[in-house]
């Protein structure tokens, strides 16, 4: 399933190149409030961080309704921005319980992780290095969380966040490939000045990612005599693979060619 989701990925971000970038240019906002709070942050720390609450929100918020557009680009749908509206529509709740969440994270790093480390004792080390792995735990879930919001439209927050953490239990390998391939993704959109693949292409990559998973726990649902071991993701992905078709970096670039 791993070679397959890179190659799905990768035309998934090729063939609407122009779109994620497009995408891409709302979150120069994320990094410029970033700026702004630290700037401010030297004359007034209240304020900073107040910037920063807004940055983060904004961050949940655009990237929901990103996620609106992405999810019919997973499925070769390009809906533009009626899926942005859309996902405003329909799951507004969802972006909120995702920036008291981001919250939470930020504060655990900023504040609560230091003060238990700074206790300089074994309570405060165990409590630290406890806190850091739930921390890191919740980050590897809301991996899922967005894709899972719009695969699951009928589940509230509460529902969809309970999904995740079974997700991410169930695909320890696929939440850490997910990791891995997120640094890739980042160190190339630093090298590409945020465009490509951006934000946007990572959200991109983790609604493919879940929309594979499904076929998996779809299939399980249809053979209730099966175990995962049983799954032949060959046969499974013979649908998606023909969609992708049989394509190389070759006839990607030259395509008059073939």
Request: hydrophobic content about 50%.
């Amino acid at each position: 399933m791993i070679g397959f989701l890179i190659k799905k990925g990768f035309f998934d971000i090729w063939d609407n190149l122009v779109s994620i970038v497009v995408m891409n240019l709302g979150y120069l906002a994320v990094l410029g409030l970033v700026v702004l709070s630290s700037y401010v942050g030297e004359t007034s720390v209240a304020g900073g961080y107040a910037i920063l609450a807004m940055d983060i929100l904004y961050l949940s918020l655009y990237s929901l309704g990103i996620s609106g557009v992405t999810f019919g680009l997973s499925r070769y749908k390009k809906l533009g921005f009626r899926a942005f509206k859309d996902a405003f529509k329909d799951h507004f709740t969802h972006a909120l319980l995702h920036f008291v969440l981001c919250m939470a994270i930020v504060l655990c790093f900023i504040f609560v992780i230091p003060f238990y480390f700074s206790m300089q004792n074994m309570l405060g080390l165990c409590l630290g290095m406890l806190l850091f792995w739930v921390v890191f735990a919740l980050i590897l879930a809301l991996q899922f969380y967005y894709p899972l919001c719009f695969h699951y439209e009928a589940d509230n927050p509460k529902a969809t966040l309970k999904k995740c953490f079974g997700i991410f239990a169930d695909n320890i390998g696929t939440s850490f490939f997910l990791v891995l391939r997120t640094i890739i993704d980042a160190v190339l959109t630093v090298l590409t000045a945020s465009l490509i693949p951006g934000l946007a292409g990572i959200g991109l990559s983790r609604m493919d990612t879940v929309r594979l998973l499904m076929k998996k726990y779809e299939f399980l649902a249809n053979n209730p005599e099966t175990t995962k071991k049983d799954i032949n993701w060959d046969d499974l992905l013979y649908e998606e693979r023909e969609l992708v078709g049989p394509r190389s970096i070759r006839n990607m670039i030259f395509p008059w060619k073939d």
